[in-house]
């Protein structure tokens, strides 16, 4: 839904800024306006930009008043232009998709232009007569086998979805490649022949040779993701306490979101349990295991954090009251990965005395002198504090718009 602005006012962060139709008066009545991802002008309208305050601009698009407006991922098909008297003009930003179905004569009689930012996936077929149509690319444009089987989104392999294949299959996959556990690589060669890739895949070391064997010369710059042979995929937050260690899917694992290990798991269990484990996001453990944690895991120190005491854990928003200390034996160590405004009547003795350690990867708002505790307990520091005094003060002296995703003057 487009938002309005009212006259005077300052505008948070804006997605896409049209000024296609804007005038003189309507920009005269923005103060400023923030960051702007993409800003949208006419011939008439392109000298207006520069009569508007803003903070970092993405880029600009020039098009006509009568383009269409699409965002996100945009499919076109043979039904596509079919209502359509005039060729139609389109600016897309995000994700253009054009199905292998569509021919030549659809874009030449349909289309009359197209602007756009971010990707356009084409089949092969239709190279010359989209590049006719393009004025405006900001982004990548690529090409796929037309005569495959187009996939979009994820094509998942596994001990079901496989055997139902045709033998033989081909696809063009615009998404990902998914083989979350090891299947048969004789079944894997005879039911999939040739893959033509413009995303990512995820497979086991097991299954690679042979699925990077059908992928065609033109996939390119697929990301890869292989799992190490006898590893077990974890999709899922893992949370393991000393009840649920035992029934862990395997001695090593593969983790691709964050790992949580309770104080009750004892060193010696948990070495005699775990062979290894590959944490691509984030893993949280009691400082009493580190020993055992540097041996199965690599670990740095943004990825792998020991916590004394109890885990205070963020990810949303939270506000830290005085009462939480109340009930704490002895001491606790922030994680902050969301957003945390400390309680001001909180006192920054309490907090040094309490805290072990603070580890910021969000936002914290609190007073200076509750700031300057959290500083002192500061262990991993890739957020922000915030004085929450000037927070509220900025919040009182500024009238305007927030953050809008489409803003037409």
């Excluded at 009212?6 to 005038?23: F, H, P, Y």
């Excluded at 020039?62 to 383009?67: D, G, L, R, Y």
């Excluded at 910021?360 to 500061?378: F, N, P, Y």
Aim: net charge negative; aromatic share 4%.
């Amino acid at each position: 839904m487009e938002t309005k602005p009212q006259e005077g006012k300052s505008i948070g962060n804006v997605g896409v800024l049209d000024l296609r139709t804007a005038t003189e008066v309507t920009v005269a009545g923005i103060r400023r306006i923030g960051n702007v991802g993409m800003v949208l002008v006419s011939p008439e309208t392109a000298h207006l930009v520069a009569r508007i305050t803003m903070g970092n601009l993405g880029g600009t698009i020039e098009a006509p008043i009568e383009a269409r407006l699409f965002s996100g991922q945009v499919i076109i098909n043979r039904d596509f232009f079919r209502d359509q008297l005039e060729p139609l003009h389109l600016i897309v930003t995000g994700q253009l998709i054009i199905e292998p179905e569509v021919q030549a004569a659809d874009l030449e009689k349909g289309l009359g232009s197209l602007h756009l930012s971010g990707q356009i996936y084409r089949p092969e077929h239709l190279s010359g007569a989209l590049q006719a149509k393009v004025r405006t690319l900001q982004g990548q444009l690529q090409t796929y086998d037309g005569t495959l089987r187009l996939v979009l989104g994820d094509l998942l392999l596994d001990e079901h979805t496989l055997p139902a294949l045709s033998e033989g299959s081909q696809f063009a996959v615009v998404g990902k490649l998914l083989v979350p556990k090891v299947v048969d690589n004789e079944l894997l060669a005879r039911k999939i022949t040739k893959l033509h890739l413009i995303g990512s895949i995820l497979c086991h070391e097991e299954n690679a040779q042979v699925l990077f064997s059908r992928l065609d010369e033109k996939t390119g710059m697929a990301k890869k993701t292989i799992i190490p042979a006898g590893f077990e995929l974890m999709e899922s937050q893992l949370v393991i306490d000393a009840d649920s260690l035992g029934n862990l899917p395997g001695k090593k694992l593969y983790c691709t979101k964050r790992v949580q290990i309770g104080r009750d798991v004892q060193a010696e269990t948990l070495d005699q349990t775990l062979e290894q484990l590959i944490v691509k996001n984030m893993v949280l453990y009691p400082k009493p295991l580190a020993e055992v944690m540097n041996r199965k895991a690599e670990l740095t120190g943004e990825n792998g954090l020991a916590y004394e005491g109890e885990l205070w854990l963020v990810e949303g928003e939270e506000e830290l009251v005085s009462s939480r200390f109340e009930y704490l034996e002895g001491k606790a160590t922030l994680v902050v990965l969301g957003a945390l405004e400390i309680d001001p009547t909180i006192d920054a003795k309490i907090l040094a005395e309490r805290l072990a350690k603070v580890h910021l990867k969000g936002e914290i708002s609190c007073t200076r002198a509750q700031m300057g505790a959290i500083q002192a307990r500061l262990g991993l520091n890739k957020g922000e504090l915030r004085d929450s005094a000037e927070g509220k003060e900025e919040e009182e002296a500024e009238e305007g718009i927030g953050n809008v995703g489409h803003l037409k003057l």
